[in-house]
């Protein structure tokens, strides 16, 4: 299985055709055979998780069964080119599942012939939730600690926060120098491993998912800076 992802930033005055193409290009991924799960989504301020609603960024992620097929999709399909004639800024990364667990609206998009782990070389995570609307208060109070620390943790290369509803449907996608810097901010860092046992504690989400990826190849632009100049943080004292 190959996942695709892209996010897109639209012109100022392109912004109406954002929102219209949420809704019209649904029907050409529907009516795609090839395509076995997508999401047409919109972010944060700087495609950033926790912070608000950005109207510019935009993102659209699909999972194929190979990559023949994903490059045809990018090749010419009308989605591609609704986002490409309306936006100047791209960001794109092919990827490959490594191991996943939980649901996406009732869905297992990031299924893997078996899991294993890459010891070396870069990784991406994506973490999705919906959440409960009773704990959408608290679950704000509390992302934004998690979100800084991210940036600041070692191994840290980039993040990006999407999502179908910009209030209880989200999503964080990261990249990280190699596996071991994504664990230690995941399961290490205080902000981070305490968000997880409020999360279970209080019970935030309906639903779920965590999954790692092999990173197969990635191009454009981000935020201005093209993904090549993006580099791990190292802290100062390294």
Same mark, same amino acid.
């Given at each position: =299985? ?8 639209? #012109? ?10 949420? &809704? ?6 529907? *009516? ?7 999401? *047409? ?6 495609? +950033?998780?926790?912070? &608000? ?5 935009? /993102?659209? @992620? ?12 990018? /090749? ?8 490409? !004639? ?7 990364? $092919? $990827?490959?599942? $490594? ?14 012939? =078996?899991?294993?782990?890459?010891? +070396? ?14 704990? $959408? ?8 600690? /998690?979100?800084? +620390? =991210?940036? #600041? ?6 993040? &990006? ?5 910009? !209030?209880?449907?989200? /999503? ?22 305490? @968000? @997880? ?13 965590? &999954? ?9 632009? !981000? ?7 993006? +580099? ?7």
């Amino acid at each position: =299985m190959i996942a695709a992802l892209t996010i897109t930033k639209y #012109r100022g005055f392109s912004i109406p055709f954002a929102f219209l193409g949420m &809704a019209i290009l649904r029907l050409p991924l529907w *009516l795609n055979r090839n395509c076995r799960f997508w999401k *047409l989504m919109g972010s944060g301020k700087n495609a +950033q998780v926790d912070l &608000a609603t950005d109207y510019r960024h935009w /993102a659209i @992620i699909t999972t194929w069964d190979d990559e023949e097929h994903c490059d045809q999709f990018y /090749a010419g399909s009308f989605p591609i080119k609704w986002f490409r !004639f309306f936006g100047y800024e791209e960001f794109t990364i $092919l $990827l490959k599942p $490594l191991s996943s667990h939980g649901l996406w609206s009732g869905k297992e998009p990031f299924k893997s012939s =078996m899991n294993h782990k890459i010891d +070396q070389g870069r990784i991406a995570v994506i973490t999705r939730a919906k959440i409960r609307f009773s704990k $959408l208060k608290e679950f704000r109070q509390n992302i934004k600690r /998690a979100a800084d +620390q =991210m940036r #600041r943790s070692e191994g840290f290369i980039l993040s &990006a926060g999407v999502g179908e509803n910009p !209030f209880l449907d989200q /999503a964080t996608f990261s990249i990280w120098e190699n596996a071991e810097s994504m664990k230690d901010y995941a399961y290490k860092s205080f902000d981070h491993a305490d @968000i @997880i046992k409020l999360t279970r504690e209080r019970n935030w989400y309906a639903e779920d998912l965590f &999954a790692r990826f092999e990173i197969l190849k990635m191009e454009g632009v !981000f935020n201005g800076k093209s993904v090549y100049e993006y +580099q791990p943080f190292h802290h100062l004292n390294h």
